[in-house]
């Protein structure tokens, strides 16, 4: 239906959010300034699902992720994880698009995934034998342990990338919220991401990314969050990954790119946004 969103479960047209869900979005609303980025938005993300957020430049990824991080308070609505509204703290691990990153700094890919240990040691504890144990298991889970001695400056890309995934599985959280974190890698390297990421999930944790890679959305993940502002749809790939639906979320700024069988999202050049 345009214009609704795709719930799995309804109510008198309204979805019934379950409080056990790990992350439960309410009515929210929120910006910055006087500005609303987020306008009555509603959503309930099952526990162990992988879920993809596709949306506009300006449309309010960013700023959904910061509100359920607890970064961003809420105009009016609520944010539940795990049933509570309180600061999430440690349950949550963030990857962002963009790391701000003085890539000159002598530390190694060792010493950045083990920063993933200090929500839970707390800023004045050092870490002990068994947090340089989890580093180094979340190292090898994205397939980094033979570069654990390098400097973060000397790896590509990708391996960038990889290593900050490691840092956020170094954190021990039970939900990932991930913001394109395949952007600039290679084909192999974005295959074995989202394998490690439907791994994950299938042991419970839950994980939102958002991601302008339709093919890989529709084929990997669960469900699908298109957001401009408010919810356009969200629920199976299947049932919302439709032209209809994708026009109406991107308002005529949407561009579908093909390249062999994978179809990307591409943003009109003469359209920007950062929220």
Request: aromatic content about 6%; charged content about 20%; glycine content about 8%.
């Amino acid at each position: 239906m345009k214009g609704q969103p795709v719930q799995s479960t309804i109510a008198n047209g309204v979805a019934e959010p379950a409080t056990s869900a790990p992350i439960v979005v309410r009515n929210l609303t929120t910006g910055y300034r006087e500005n609303p980025v987020l306008q009555d938005v509603t959503l309930t993300v099952e526990r162990g699902s992988l879920v993809g957020v596709i949306g506009p430049n300006g449309g309010g990824k960013s700023t959904l992720f910061k509100a359920i991080l607890g970064l961003l308070r809420p105009w009016s609505g609520t944010v539940l994880i795990e049933g509570s509204p309180r600061r999430p703290g440690p349950r949550i691990a963030y990857v962002p698009q963009a790391e701000t990153v003085d890539w000159s700094f002598p530390v190694t890919v060792h010493d950045v995934v083990l920063m993933g240990r200090t929500p839970r040691l707390g800023f004045l504890r050092r870490p002990r034998a068994r947090d340089h144990e989890i580093a180094t298991e979340a190292l090898e889970a994205v397939g980094m342990q033979e570069y654990r001695d390098r400097q973060i400056g000397e790896l590509s890309g990708g391996q960038r990338q990889r290593v900050f995934l490691a840092r956020a599985l170094a954190q021990e959280p039970s939900i990932l919220l991930l913001d394109e974190p395949v952007s600039g890698v290679d084909a192999v390297t974005q295959h074995q991401i989202f394998e490690l990421l439907e791994r994950l999930c299938q042991r419970g944790i839950t994980a939102m990314v958002a991601s302008h890679d339709l093919s890989c959305v529709a084929q990997r993940f669960d469900q699908v969050l298109l957001l401009n502002q408010r919810v356009v749809a969200y629920g199976p790939p299947e049932e919302v990954l439709t032209q209809e639906l994708l026009n109406e979320t991107f308002r005529s700024h949407l561009l579908l790119l093909r390249v062999g069988e994978r179809t990307f999202v591409v943003e009109d050049p003469d359209h920007h946004g950062t929220a």
